[in-house]
């Protein structure tokens, strides 16, 4: 077991036999099962798993079971951040918590490193079709920096694995570095198909490429950003207009909790 152990790259995640993972996503969701798996099958750790999430259940079970790694999606963790038991609860084991599902947005991550002190947020971006696609380290994250390195803490980090992930434009050619097309990956981690859906499977996967849907762009060091779901991107005037970048900055008030930009029909714009 621990000759297996010693082949496997859990890079960041600082998992091994003496940890306690939280799983507190579902099952049929692919980050649920990725942190089953990380932690049993891959590290041979303790999971502790809850039915459901609910906060104070969250920080009682990390408390009592001195949980050091979570997997969660970003509503979750600011549900934590914004309960207010937050801070009656001791969360100092923890070590890695990780997040994936959707972006999270940067005022909800500083805050979160400066509770902890230190480095401690782990991202993955994926699908179910294709698994981890991008992968942003706990080191990575520079709070304080270049302006470079502060705007990188928008993106979803580099590519994740032995395989390729480019950005193209509506023909499937790579478009130039820092413009937005969609993200697409060839990996021998790709579904082979959706199961009887010949004509979604061949809408998804076209010349051995899987189209996730995401449009993003590619900075000069590799690190992706996300500016929306291709389907949300709404068009005004002419422009088109990446709701999450508008999210970004409604999260950025103080007296924002939540926020969702959807387009609405318009005769003029």
Same mark, same amino acid.
């Given at each position: ?88 609860? #001791? ?57 470079? #390195? ?18 193209? #434009? ?48 590619? #900075? ?11 389907? !949300? ?14 999210? !970004? ?21």
């Amino acid at each position: 077991h621990k000759s297996l152990l010693a082949e496997i790259n859990l890079p960041n995640r600082d998992l091994d036999q003496t940890d306690n993972a939280l799983c507190v996503m579902p099952f049929f969701h692919v980050g649920g099962t990725a942190a089953y798996q990380f932690s049993v099958y891959k590290a041979g750790a303790t999971s502790v798993i809850l039915e459901k999430f609910d906060e104070l259940d969250v920080f009682r079970t990390i408390e009592k079971e001195k949980v050091t790694y979570v997997n969660m999606v970003p509503a979750m963790i600011i549900r934590m951040l914004d309960h207010p038991d937050f801070n009656k609860y #001791d969360l100092s084991t923890l070590k890695t918590i990780g997040f994936t599902g959707a972006p999270m947005p940067v005022e909800v991550l500083k805050r979160c490193t400066a509770y902890f002190g230190r480095p401690i947020i782990h991202q993955e971006l994926g699908q179910t079709e294709t698994l981890n696609l991008t992968r942003f380290k706990k080191h990575e994250y520079k709070l304080e920096g270049s302006a470079k #390195d502060i705007k990188r803490l928008e993106s979803a980090g580099k590519p994740a694995f032995e395989g390729e992930v480019i950005i193209v #434009d509506e023909k499937g050619n790579e478009v130039p570095r820092g413009q937005v097309g969609e993200i697409v990956s060839r990996s021998d981690r790709n579904m082979r198909g959706y199961w009887n859906m010949p004509d979604e499977t061949a809408e998804t996967i076209r010349n051995g490429w899987l189209h996730t849907g995401d449009l993003g762009r590619m #900075d000069e060091d590799g690190f992706i950003f996300i500016v929306d779901r291709k389907k !949300d991107m709404i068009i005004s005037g002419g422009e088109n207009i990446y709701s999450q970048e508008v999210e !970004d900055v409604l999260y950025s008030h103080p007296a924002v909790l939540y926020a969702a930009v959807i387009g609405v029909p318009d005769e003029k714009w």
